[in-house]
């Protein structure tokens, strides 16, 4: 699996936030670059730990922003923000149970989660902050 790399077409213009998600990708990065074998269920699990704690502080920075500011999608971007971590962590205890989920399964969601929902949902809210956010935030 090819690693993920940061696209100014995912830059929703507010510093913090595009910074936090390139951090979300060095994260996912660190399971595509994991070694393969039967032994790598704590690298696994010590990486979505990881993942998961990064994300709750990420979303709670967008969430503190879009109230901050009166972002009126708030309710739908926020059951986004509780289906990626209750997935995220849903996926990786079926991983170390052995419940035919394996590590690259669980990356393929990370990626295709995290740059769908900055591409579709986060980008919405790209010109409601470009207006109310001053530039360096």
């Not at 922003?65 to 962590?89: C, S, V, W």
Request: with cysteine; net charge negative.
């Amino acid at each position: 699996m090819e690693k993920i790399c940061w696209k100014d077409e995912y830059s929703v213009g507010v510093e913090k936030i595009d910074h936090q998600h390139q951090h979300l990708f060095e994260i996912i990065n660190k399971l595509i670059e994991r070694p393969v074998s039967s032994d790598d269920s704590e690298l696994v699990s010590d990486i979505l730990s990881e993942m998961v704690n990064y994300a709750r502080e990420h979303f709670s920075t967008e969430e503190v922003l879009m109230r901050q500011y009166g972002y009126p999608a708030i309710e739908p971007h926020e059951k986004e923000h509780d289906y990626f971590i209750n997935t995220t962590a849903e996926l990786a205890i079926n991983f170390m149970n052995n419940r035919n989920t394996t590590g690259d399964e669980i990356t393929e969601f990370l990626i295709i989660w995290l740059t769908n929902h900055i591409l579709k949902t986060d980008m919405k809210f790209k010109p409601f902050f470009a207006a109310k956010i001053p530039a360096g935030v």
